[in-house]
């Protein structure tokens, strides 16, 4: 099992930043992935950014350019550093890891950005 625990969620201005972090915990051995999803009230969960364990990084093509996905190997956690943010960009943000081929989820982080 791993535990996922978000943070730096809140309430920011159009054209604002803020930063997420997702601290594991538990079995945080054989992580192939971490990543971000967001879900904005009435729509499906849609992939914000993600990286594997060699690296590889990819963006929704909404967010690129704006948000940089980093990770603390030594940690297991992960971050998501969101600039530029758009009032589009509201959402309940939940960490990802896949372990062993499973994923697992975080309860997620408000993000609310007001125009």
């Known amino acids: 099992q791993v535990q996922l625990v978000e943070s730096g969620g809140g309430l920011v201005q159009a054209g604002g930043s803020l930063r997420l972090s997702c601290t594991t915990s538990?079995?945080?051995?054989?992580?192939?992935?971490m990543g971000w999803y967001r879900q904005a009230p009435g729509k499906q969960r849609d992939m914000v950014a993600s990286i594997n364990s060699v690296g590889t990084i990819n963006y929704a093509d909404s967010v690129k350019g704006r948000f940089t996905i980093s990770r603390d190997n030594g940690k297991n956690t992960v971050f998501l550093q969101m600039t530029s943010l758009k009032p589009e960009d509201t959402a309940v943000y939940y960490c990802?890891?896949?372990?062993?081929?499973?994923?697992?989820w975080g309860k997620g982080t408000l993000v609310t950005v007001s125009s």
């Open positions: 538990g079995s945080t051995s054989s992580i192939n992935a």
């Open positions: 990802n890891v896949v372990r062993a081929f499973i994923p697992y």
